[in-house]
C-alpha cells in the first residue's frame, strides 16, 4: 500500500506561482509510475504530468507545457510541481497519482492504484 498527500495549493493571481508536493508512504520501493492531475468544477479529471520513475522520463499536456515542471526526489519520496504565469484556467483540485505498474492509458487516473486526496489551487484574474 502507498499513502499520497498532497499540500502546497493556495490561491494567487494570474500569472503567480506555487509549488505543490505529493509525500509517499508505505510501499514506495521500485519502478512504476506517478503523475499530477487535476479536476476543475463540472469537468473531468486531466492529466497534467506524468512521470516513468525507472526511466526518469516525463510527459507534459499540452495545456502546461512550458509552465510547469514536475519533479521526483527519491531521497524524500516526494513529488513536485513547480506551476509558473498560471492562469485562471489552472484553477482546478491537484492530486497526485502513482502505481507500481505502468501499463495502460497512464493519461487515464483510473488505471492508477493510489490516488492523494488533492489540493486547491485558485487561480484569480
Known amino acids: 500500500q502507498v499513502q499520497l498527500v498532497e499540500s502546497g495549493g493556495g490561491t494567487v493571481q494570474a500569472g503567480g506561482s506555487l509549488r505543490l508536493s505529493c509525500t509517499a508512504s508505505?510501499?514506495?520501493?521500485?519502478?512504476?509510475?506517478m503523475g499530477w492531475f487535476r479536476q476543475a468544477p463540472g469537468k473531468g479529471p486531466e492529466g497534467v504530468a506524468l512521470?516513468?520513475?525507472?526511466?526518469?522520463?516525463?510527459y507534459y499536456a499540452d495545456s502546461v507545457k512550458g509552465r510547469f515542471t514536475m519533479s521526483w526526489d527519491n531521497a524524500k519520496n516526494t513529488l513536485y510541481l513547480q506551476m509558473i504565469n498560471l492562469k485562471p484556467e489552472d484553477t482546478a483540485t491537484y492530486y497526485c497519482?502513482?502505481?507500481?505498474?505502468?501499463?495502460?492509458?497512464?493519461?487515464?487516473?483510473?488505471?492508477?492504484?493510489?490516488r492523494g486526496q488533492g489540493t486547491q489551487v485558485t487561480v484569480s484574474s
Open positions: 512521470l516513468y520513475r525507472d526511466s526518469g522520463e516525463i
Open positions: 508505505g510501499d514506495t520501493a521500485g519502478s512504476g509510475c
Open positions: 497519482a502513482g502505481d507500481h505498474q505502468c501499463g495502460g492509458n497512464i493519461w487515464d487516473v483510473t488505471r492508477f492504484r493510489y
